[in-house]
Structure formats: C-alpha cells, structure tokens
C-alpha cells in the first residue's frame, strides 16, 4: 500500500527536534557541571580554610610555650643574686655578674607593639635560647617575599651573658603569612598585661630590659593579635578572606 504525503510527513524525527532536544542536554549537562565545579571549589576552599586554621593553631601552640618557658631556668633556682644587673660578656658567674650565665635566663629582654624577645628554656632540654618574634613587612635589600607582610621567629641558643649585644645574629623562619600591618590598628601584634589584666603601653619604639626594666618587670601576660589575609578568595565576593587570630598566655616564671 502506497503511504499519503500527510503519512511521510509524520513519519521519523524532523531536524528541529533532534536540535531542540541536543539543546535541552546542553542546558542539562551545563547546569550539572556547574554544580559540580561549584562543589570541587567550595571543597577546595574548605580544605585551604582547614589548613590555614591548622597552622595558625600551631602558631599558637609554639607562642604560648615560649611564653610559659620565658624566665627559666631563673637565677634563683641557682642561688645567685637577682639584684645584679645581667650586662657585659661574661659567660660563667662571676662577684659581680652572678646572673650572665649560659644557664640562667633573662626573662623578657625586649618588647614592643611589633617584636618580642626574650629568653628561655623553650625546648625543655636544658639550654637557653634567644627567641625573638618580629613582624616582618619589607627589606629592600633581599628579594620580596611572597608570604610577607608575615610574622616570623627565630631561636638562636644563648652564646654570651649580654642578653641584647652578645647573642648570634637571628636566623628568621615565618610562622604566619600574609599579616595585615597594624599600624593605625588599635591593637598592635602585641600586647601586654600586668597582673590585674590593665594594658601596659609600650612605644612603638619599644622598651629593653636594661633601660625599662620596671615596666618589664610588671608584664604578666601577652597577647598576640594577628590579622591574616588569605590567597584564597571568597566564592561569594571574590575578596580575599580574612582571618583574625589571638591568643594571651601568662608568664609563669
């Protein structure tokens, strides 16, 4: 039997609809792959914000152990007298330098809104070293650093009696990248407390011990107050996410 013309025409599939049916799979397809790249970039982002608040925690933990361990061994549990200025070169005890000794721990030598060093048994293995923390922005004599404006730290083992002039030169590693800078901030990286919690002001240039001992001496507790930038951006305004990170710990010696 002969097929109508109307009959042929209604047969198959026309060109149109093979078209609109390949254009709903892209649209389909578009919006499934969307979500997907949403879901590995909402993962990726999750995995930089775990690690970055890994590391920061470490920070943390390394701070206040060097905190805690700031002032021991202290001249007391040796014997010697503490109303003696600890200056000059002398490496051993001596009449009149008792307290310079390779052993014996200075405390807090130095501190500013920007900087810390001090001294301490901060490893547990019986020496002392001279810790320093500094926040670290630019240095036009070295290449720049991708990860600075940072804070770094150094702990070099104590060499010399003269807590400031005797010890060897820092050898700097950074603990936190990307530091926002504080100036104009209304805390510092650092800040320090006396035993009733009142905030004790330090210029920016900072104060030593040798020259500002009695402000020194009533710090008991530090805060540090770290603003990080992030190289991560956020997935909803495409700024860089920032972290804000602080921690006080208390002197114990």
């Known amino acids: 039997m002969l097929r109508t013309r109307k009959q042929n025409s209604q047969a198959g599939t026309s060109l ?16 499934v792959f969307s ?10 982002h999750e995995s930089i914000a775990v690690d970055l608040v890994q590391q920061n925690r470490d920070f943390v933990d390394l701070f206040v152990r060097d905190i805690h361990m700031t002032g021991y061994p202290h001249s007391a549990m040796y014997g010697l007298d503490q109303s003696q200025p600890c200056t000059g070169s002398s490496i051993v005890p001596t009449p009149t330098l008792p307290q310079c000794a390779l052993n014996v721990s200075a405390g807090i030598v130095f501190v500013s809104p920007t900087s810390l ?5 901060v490893y547990g293995d019986g020496n002392v070293y001279d810790v320093l923390y500094t926040y670290y ?25 003269d807590p400031i002039g005797g010890q060897p030169l820092p050898k700097y590693y950074t603990e936190v990248q990307n530091v926002i800078d504080p100036t104009n901030m209304v805390q510092g990286i650092f800040t ?43 997935l909803n305004t495409g700024s860089p996410v920032v972290y804000s990170l602080a921690s006080i710990a208390e002197l114990e010696n």
């Open 137 to 161: 922005k630019v240095d036009p004599n070295t290449p720049p650093d991708p990860n600075c404006p940072c804070l770094r730290r150094s702990a070099m083992l104590k060499i010399n009696g």
């Open 192 to 234: 320090y407390f006396d035993a009733n919690g009142n905030p004790i002001t330090i210029p920016t240039a900072g104060y030593d011990f040798e020259n500002n001992g009695g402000t020194i001496q009533t710090i008991d507790a530090i805060k540090v107050n770290l603003n990080v930038r992030s190289v991560q951006l956020d």
């Open 35 to 44: 979500q997907i790249d949403n879901v590995t970039k909402s993962a990726k």
């Open 117 to 121: 060093r001090l001294e301490g048994d």
């Open 16 to 31: 149109i609809e093979v078209a609109l049916t390949i254009l709903i799979l892209v649209i389909v397809m578009g919006a």
